[in-house]
């Protein structure tokens, strides 16, 4: 743990033009929900000593990109290339590992860098979170736009912006919530991992 009585949870994002940093912030907000847990919110293009430096120190790393061409951000990749380093010493190895993404379309294939970023951060021995939440809005014939997991994801969150509005108006209210709920989600799964470890060590 980073701290006596707390988690740090990292959430390392790239946004491009704005709606992924909202969701970013709202996955943030939801981690900062869960006493005893703090979120460290880190754009990935900065990359530096001390964004190394605040990943090691943190006890999960929540990755987000704007879906771009079906695929995770170019600016997000060049950070997951220039984590070579991290990953030969298996630096993040046992953290947990969460991930979002955002996009225009409702489908968008956003599932393919969900899947791309739990690859990931399997690369790096991370133990990835799913979002946890059933499916809503047209799951169900009664569904509603304001369902939480609207977009009916289960590897991780997802939210979608209309491309002609700006990030003070999408994503959707109901992605915020859902992307809240995955910072709650890991946050509680990091206190857990680490309580778990120091009784364990504990009983040793
Ligand atoms: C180069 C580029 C490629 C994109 N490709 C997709 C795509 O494959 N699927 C989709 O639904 N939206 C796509 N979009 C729309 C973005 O995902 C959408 O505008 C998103 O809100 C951008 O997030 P950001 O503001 O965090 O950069 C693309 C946008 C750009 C600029």
Not at 93 to 105: E, I, P, R, Y
Not at 136 to 158: C, K, P, Q, T, V
Request: charged share 15%.
């Amino acid at each position: 743990m980073s701290m006596s009585s707390e988690v740090s949870v990292a959430v390392a994002f790239h946004s491009g033009f704005g709606h992924t940093a909202r969701q970013a912030a709202a996955v943030a907000a939801g981690v900062e929900a869960v006493p005893g847990a703090r979120a460290v919110l880190l754009d990935v293009t900065v990359i530096d000593d001390a964004l190394w430096a605040a990943l090691a120190e943190a006890d999960a790393i929540i990755f987000g990109s704007p879906t771009y061409m079906g695929s995770q951000s170019a600016a997000f990749q060049t950070f997951a290339e220039a984590s070579g380093g991290v990953w030969t010493d298996q630096g993040w190895q046992g953290k947990l590992a969460a991930g979002f993404t955002n996009s225009a379309s409702v489908n968008g294939d956003k599932l393919a860098v969900l899947t791309s970023l739990s690859l990931f951060a399997a690369q790096h021995g991370m133990t990835w979170v799913p979002l946890g939440l059933p499916p809503g809005w047209l799951f169900r014939a009664d569904g509603s736009a304001d369902d939480l997991n609207r977009l009916g994801s289960f590897l991780g969150a997802m939210a979608q912006s209309p491309s002609d509005l700006g990030p003070d108006a999408a994503p959707a209210d109901a992605d915020l919530r859902t992307a809240e709920h995955l910072g709650a989600r890991v946050a509680t799964a990091a206190l857990e991992v680490a309580h778990g470890r120091r009784a364990l060590a504990g009983a040793r």
